[in-house]
């Protein structure tokens, strides 16, 4: 039978496509003349006779200076690019200095022990991070010649402390930039102008340090890691090693006849449960499989439905199915590893703790249950399958989701060439303004500061808005940070919105677990809220906001949680608008004003238990949107009257967000959405997609450059669904505060039709409008409500 050909009774196979992908030989090249030979001789004790080309030429381009990016696949050998240049320049060099910088502690140990044996004694190699003792943290400094460390470290321990660090800063040659991919959004656009802070500071001591970046395959590189930077940087993407090949199949689970959802719809068997079976099946074949699952509870449902199954058939192999999750020990970790690549265990459910930093590899399956979030994960999670000389399994296990549904339907967006970006925003202002204070409090800026480091004109405008506001002063040679003692990096949280945070406390014990983002708390840790943190599941007892405290107990419900809202949008200023016959589609900055409005509670099956409502204040957030305007005539010659406009547009918006991550790489949950048969300020039916971060992280802007791929993609995901009306797997949202009503589905594909027929038609495109600022009181007037809302994160 084909894959996706009607079955018995009419039904449709759940195998949606299967795609082989060949072996790949690996091509080796020389290693480079300038390789001392103490070092090709420490990997020829790892097995490592010569690099392959890509490692060859991009340690040649990092040699001779050049910023370099390697974008290549899992398991290509990426840490070599680095170690070879790095190594080399600080044996031939007593002073030299570098710094590497990774996302997370765990990765950034992990490659520290990766130099075991290979770097030479005078080298001392340590780490430098929050947990490296207080004792410690004066000889590294002095004696230590390559840091590990992360971008928090230094923001707040180094930067501002830079005269403690100067004899580091002066000879610092290196700075190795690791996972670049995941510096995407606020967070993002955070380290970008950290980067810029540190090569400022660096260079006031007269380094110009080489910047290398290792990346995942995604779209444009070099221009992402020089948009990060500030830097052109080259990118070095042909990969040159080998991999085994590979079978990826699509699987679309069936929609159950038993359950159903939000207004009647259907609801596709949880792809969790597809897991566990599968795991089962692949264990009694003696395949050593991972199955990848979205949260530690899945994880354990997961290995224990795999056990009860094999139980059924060979008792024997029950014992040899585990789950993995983030927390081990470090010796525990080992032993999973050991376990696995010596086949003690078969088969392991795991959460993404096993995607990073932790060398497993070459197993006979890897399953995955759900779309991991980027095509990057994705092969991330897939490359542990796969050795030299044996053929290996993939299988995505669609969840009921429009991303989901897309990439089973259409597997070359995620075989073929990368399509998603990531996306920063540097000169957002709500990351400016703190940034800048950082940077003039380590060193007063310039003029030159400003034009030729952080941005020129938006960089200006937040330092009049700095002085302003008292918060810096302005003198002629610069902006200078006043001496109040304070130092401005200890109350910048890089990995925040900048709306503040909110405390996680167990209410028993008094003992805080962590924090959350102020603007995501009303939809995280609101009360009745499944919060997991480090593995361990509790349950929220009270979100006080203005305390900026939620109250947890810990407990492990047998269902988990998921907020709704409703937002209204308003247009602050249009920057970019452009006419197509009937549809305008423009991007600008918006003010939305969401609020939480309830909460479902869901059993691990996907039902819907019930639905709680909540009381929280409505929040506003200044941020970007895009949008498209229809004039209503050519809607009602499409076949769209009054009736169904706003059932139609809903689903349309719904299912847009839900396929926005293919493009950026980001969640549905960063981003949120409005749809209206009449806004006030467009005086048009329009649908908005938008930021859900202050002053935005990119994501509309990118799909703003990307409207055309990005609606037809969620038109395919709408139209390939076969559920009748609509349903969680093309246009119902989870967080919808209207209740998923209305929504038409067939409706979502004429107003889609009408839009991509629109744009992509020659000689439609009228030209681009001038941006215009509402007025206060058009801005603020008071508005109709919207048809559908899906509030953002």
């Known amino acids: 039978m084909e894959p996706g050909s009607p079955g018995a009774g009419g039904s449709v196979e759940p195998l949606r496509h299967v795609v082989r992908i060949p072996p790949r030989t690996g091509r080796v090249a020389g290693w480079p003349d300038w390789t001392p030979d103490e070092l090709r001789a420490a990997w ?70 990766a130099l075991d044996g290979l770097a030479p004694p005078d080298v001392r190699p340590a780490a430098f991070d929050g947990d490296t003792p207080m004792d410690e943290r004066d000889w590294i400094r002095r004696h230590s010649r390559w840091l590990f460390s992360n971008p928090d470290m230094l923001h707040r321990s180094v930067l501002p402390r830079h005269r403690r660090w100067a004899s580091f800063l002066r000879h610092l040659r290196y700075v190795v930039v690791d996972e670049c991919h995941t510096y995407r959004g606020v967070f993002g656009s955070h380290v970008s102008l950290l980067l810029r802070r540190l090569l400022r500071v660096a260079a006031r001591y007269g380094a110009r340090p080489t910047v290398v970046l290792a990346s995942a395959t995604v779209a444009a590189p070099a221009d992402f890691a020089s948009r990060l930077t500030g830097r052109d940087v080259v990118a070095v993407t042909e990969d040159g090693s080998p991999h085994a090949g590979r079978t990826v199949a699509f699987w679309e689970p069936p929609l159950l006849t038993e359950i159903t ?66 927390g081990y020990l470090p010796e525990e970790r080992r032993a999973l590893e050991g376990a696995l690549m010596s086949g003690d265990l078969l088969g392991v459910a795991t959460t993404n703790a096993l995607e990073l930093g932790v060398d497993i590899s070459g197993l006979d399956a890897v399953v995955l249950a759900g779309f991991p979030g980027t095509r990057s994960s994705f092969w991330q ?10 053929e290996a399994l993939v299988v995505l296990v669609a969840r009921d989701d429009p991303l989901d549904t897309y990439l089973v339907h259409h597997p070359q967006s995620l075989v073929g060439a990368p399509v998603e970006s990531c996306v920063l925003n540097p000169v957002n202002p709500y990351v400016l303004a703190p940034q800048l204070a950082c940077a003039a409090a380590e060193l007063p800026l310039t003029d030159d500061d400003v034009e030729q480091v952080f941005g020129g004109e938006p960089a200006r405008e937040v330092l009049d808005s700095l002085v302003e506001e008292g918060v810096l002063r302005r003198r002629p040679h610069g902006w200078f940070w006043p001496d109040t003692g304070e130092v401005p990096a200890a109350r910048v949280d890089i990995r925040g919105s900048g709306l503040g ?46 305390g900026g405290v939620a109250l947890v107990h810990a407990e492990e419900p047998e269902w988990r949680t998921e907020s709704q809202s409703v937002s209204d949008v308003a247009v602050l200023e249009v920057l970019e608008s452009r006419r197509y016959g009937p549809v305008r589609v423009s991007f600008g900055a918006t003010t939305v004003t969401s609020q939480v ?25 200044d941020t970007r949107s895009v949008w498209y305007s229809i004039e209503p005539e050519a809607l009602e010659r499409a076949g769209l009257d009054e009736t169904r406009l706003p059932g139609a547009l809903h689903a349309a918006e719904h299912a847009a967000i839900g396929l926005l991550p293919l493009f950026a790489i980001c969640d549905r949950w960063d981003i949120g959405g409005l749809s209206t048969a009449l806004h006030p300020d467009t005086g048009l039916p329009t649908v908005f997609v938008h930021d859900g971060h202050p002053g935005g992280a990119g994501l509309a802007e990118r799909g703003h450059e990307v409207l055309l791929r990005w609606l037809s ?52 495109d009228h030209g681009e409008v001038p941006p215009a600022r509402p007025s206060g009181a058009w801005a603020d007037r008071r508005r109709p409500r919207a048809t559908g809302s899906d509030g953002g994160a």
């Open 44 to 113: 020829a004790g790892r097995g490592v006779e010569r690099p392959w080309a890509h490692q060859a030429q991009a340690a040649d381009l990092v040699r001779a200076g050049a910023d370099v990016v390697v974008a290549t696949g899992t398991a290509s050998g990426k840490s070599l690019v680095y170690q070879l240049p790095v190594l080399t320049g600080l044996t031939e060099d007593p002073r030299a200095r570098a710094l590497y910088l990774a996302p997370t502690k765990a990765l950034a140990a992990d490659q520290l022990r």
């Open 261 to 326: 959802g939000d207004n009647g719809a259907p609801v596709r068997r949880a792809a969790g449960s597809e897991a566990a079976r599968m795991l089962a099946d692949l264990v009694l074949e003696q395949a050593r499989t991972l199955a990848f699952v979205r949260s530690r509870r899945s994880a354990e449902l997961t290995a224990l439905g795999a056990r009860r199954q094999v139980a059924e058939v060979a008792p024997e192999l029950t014992e040899r199915i585990a789950a993995y999750r983030g």
């Open 381 to 390: 999670q897939a490359g542990r399958a796969g050795r030299a000389a044996d």
């Open 501 to 546: 945070q909110i405390a996680v406390v167990e209410a028993a014990t008094g003992r805080m677990l962590g924090t959350v983002d102020g603007a995501s708390a009303p939809g995280t840790v609101h009360a009745g809220a499944v919060h997991l943190h480090r593995g361990e599941s509790y349950v929220v007892d009270e979100l006080d906001l203005d």
């Open 597 to 621: 409005v309830a909460y479902r509670r869901r059993a691990p099956d996907g039902t819907v238990l019930d639905r709680i409502a909540l009381d929280l204040p409505a929040q506003s957030l």
């Open 713 to 764: 993609a969620t038109r395919s995901a709408v139209h390939d669904c076969e559920c009748p009306s609509g349903c969680p797997s093309c246009v119902q949202s989870p967080k919808c505060g209207n209740g998923n009503n209305p929504l038409d589905k067939a409706g979502a594909v004429q107003v889609l039709d009408l839009v991509l027929a629109a744009v992509g038609e020659p000689g439609h």
